[in-house]
T-cell receptor, first 110, second 112 residues
Framework: ETGVTQSPTHLIKTRGQQVTLRCSSQSGHNTVSWYQQALGQGPQFIFQYYREEENGRGNFPPRFSGLQFPNYSSELNVNALELDDSALYLC?????????FGAGTRLSVL | GQSLEQPSEVTAVEGAIVQINCTYQTSGFYGLSWYQQHDGGAPTFLSYNALDGLEETGRFSSFLSRSDSYGYLLLQELQMKDSASYFCAVRDIDSGYSTLTFGKGTMLLVSP
């Protein structure tokens, strides 16, 4: 158990819709990162939040946005969904050198 | 940019030893991590090397050579439950924040 929980576990959306994924981090971990993992690939860094501010972003368009809350929970929002957004979305909280991942949300875009 | 290379698949039998190699090209290198991921599950942290040499944790060991931009994960006394995907990931510092860049993963299949 990593202490990081994500919801929902599975989600089906259609192209053009918007989606919000949620993550509850380990208590005391003030950094949360989101990753996208396509089938058969390694996780790709989307962005990172530290103390409720975005402090780093990977190669993802602005329609991927996020929030981090004072209670260590966070959200990933994706607007105008595209078919290629179908993937496993992972949240990871960290303090120090280790990142602890949640089990992810499997998003399917039809 | 960053890139990591690792074999796509490795097969072995129970009780054997297997080594999964990882080479990387990156700027701002801070350390090399290894993660295990069972099908549909969360990546689980296995080990981290910031300095050259071997780190041992039970049946798993990890090695790093910074001068060669190379590392490996060594799994001993293989068990069926070790069948999973293994990812090497570089931790780097970019513009003041630390993040992980993952390889594409190595699927390890352990047979009886």
């Amino acid at each position: 158990e990593t202490g990081v929980t994500q919801s929902p576990t599975h989600l089906i959306k259609t192209r053009g819709q918007q989606v919000t994924l949620r993550c509850s981090s380990q208590s005391g971990h003030n950094t949360v990162s989101w990753y996208q993992q396509a089938l058969g690939q390694g996780p790709q860094f989307i962005f990172q939040y530290y103390r409720e501010e975005e402090n780093g972003r990977g190669n993802f368009p602005p329609r991927f946005s996020g929030l981090q809350f004072p209670n260590y929970s966070s959200e990933l929002n994706v607007n105008a969904l595209e078919l290629d957004d179908s993937a496993l979305y992972l949240c990871a909280s960290s303090q120090g050198r280790s990142e602890y991942f949640g089990a992810g949300t499997r998003l399917s875009v039809l | 940019g960053q890139s990591l290379e690792q074999p796509s698949e490795v097969t072995a039998v129970e009780g054997a030893i297997v080594q999964i190699n990882c080479t990387y090209q990156t700027s701002g290198f801070y350390g090399l991590s290894w993660y295990q991921q069972h099908d549909g599950g969360a990546p689980t942290f296995l080990s981290y090397n910031a300095l050259d040499g071997l780190e041992e944790t039970g049946r798993f060991s990890s090695f790093l050579s910074r001068s060669d931009s190379y590392g490996y994960l060594l799994l001993q006394e293989l068990q069926m439950k070790d069948s999973a995907s293994y990812f090497c990931a570089v931790r780097d510092i970019d513009s003041g924040y630390s993040t992980l860049t993952f390889g594409k993963g190595t699927m390890l299949l352990v047979s009886p």
